[in-house]
């Protein structure tokens, strides 16, 4: 069953909607310029409410071993999701030092940003599509890698389905898709991704 991860999760309200749509996994991002970023103390209170039920991830970008391993310890996160130029040898000591598995996400412009995804021996993979739109999903066959791929970028309630048939991910990850605004979620938006994701996945099954 493809998994749904919903992330830019900045406040309880979206946290519990969208674990109450069957979430996976809820995104909190630690990255300074995002519109979508997650203050430590409201990433404390989502992790307290939902702690257990959903996997907790951290969305870093070019951050410091030790700002992502302090970050990782407060809010008790199950997984760092890293999104900049870090390489296999961060990653492997971001899994020592916070004991969460890792998530290597890449932007993918053509297939060599697949290709070199399976230098990262994460427990995850990343895709994800530049300027909120979707990448060629064409371009996953060129993976080589049994790593369990995640599919992000420009995804809606509209184009889930297709996404998921076209990759067989083991999760697809949305943002901007399902938002009232920039770290608000909208409940239509929520429940129709959730539905479509679910619905596709059956049929494919």
């Not at 994460?122 to 999903?137: C, I, Q, S, V």
């Amino acid at each position: 069953m493809t998994r749904v991860k919903f992330c830019g999760i900045t406040n309880v309200d979206d946290a519990e909607l969208c674990a109450g749509h069957g979430a996976w996994a809820l995104g909190l991002i630690f990255v300074p310029s995002s519109p979508r970023r997650c203050k430590q103390s409201d990433a404390v209170a989502i992790a307290g409410a939902l702690r257990r039920r959903v996997t907790l991830a951290g969305v870093f970008q070019n951050a410091t071993l030790d700002h992502v391993a302090r970050t990782a310890e407060a809010v008790g996160l199950d997984l760092v999701q890293l999104h900049g130029d870090e390489g296999p040898s961060y990653c492997a000591e971001v899994a020592r030092r916070t004991g969460a598995k890792v998530a290597k996400a890449v932007r993918v412009a053509d297939r060599s940003d697949v290709v070199g995804l399976r230098a990262f021996h994460t427990d995850l993979h990343l895709l994800d599509g530049a300027g909120g739109e979707p990448f060629d999903w064409s371009l996953v066959a060129a993976r080589g890698t049994d790593v369990p791929l995640v599919v992000a970028g420009g995804l809606t309630p509209g184009n889930v389905a297709d996404a998921i048939a076209a990759t067989e991910p083991f999760a697809v990850d949305v943002a901007s898709g399902v938002e009232a605004s920039p770290g608000r979620k909208d409940p239509v938006k929520v429940a129709a991704f959730a539905e479509a994701a679910r619905a596709q996945t059956t049929a494919v099954a």
